[in-house]
């Protein structure tokens, strides 16, 4: 079974900061991770790429969120994390962990994989 754990966060102020991670987690067979991500879905909206990074740590964001927030991996751990900085309340959604893992069974499968879900909350 493949699950993907997430933690963190919560309501933040304006202009404040949060962290996110989320790790990969398999168990009775081998495994990869490729690539890894963020997204984040409003009540009403579609879910939206906020950042994704790949194997080789090759990195992909949203316009909203260049320069603010930072994604990262440790591929030793299976976990891929997301910095946010000068959080506003146009940030505030639901932020899903998302990852394509391959499973090395009888045969190879590869699969995207979501997380449950974390409310991050920006406001005064």
């Known amino acids: 079974q493949v699950q993907l754990v997430e933690s963190g966060g919560g309501l933040v102020q304006p202009g404040g900061s949060l962290g996110l991670s989320c790790a990969v987690s398999v168990s009775g067979i081998s495994f990869s991770v490729n690539a890894m991500g963020w997204y984040r879905q409003v009540v009403g909206k579609q879910r939206e790429l906020v950042a994704s990074?790949?194997?080789?740590?090759?990195?992909n964001y949203a316009d909203s969120v260049k320069g603010r927030f930072t994604i990262s991996r440790d591929n030793a751990k299976h976990t891929v994390l997301l910095q946010m900085h000068k959080l506003n309340p146009v940030d505030t959604a639901v932020y899903y962990c998302?990852?394509?893992?391959?499973?090395?069974?009888?045969?190879?499968?590869?699969?995207?994989?979501w997380g449950q879900g974390t409310q991050v909350t920006v406001a005064s």
């Open positions: 990074i790949s194997s080789d740590r090759s990195t």
């Open positions: 998302n990852a394509r893992v391959q499973l090395f069974g009888t045969e190879s499968k590869t699969n995207d994989y």
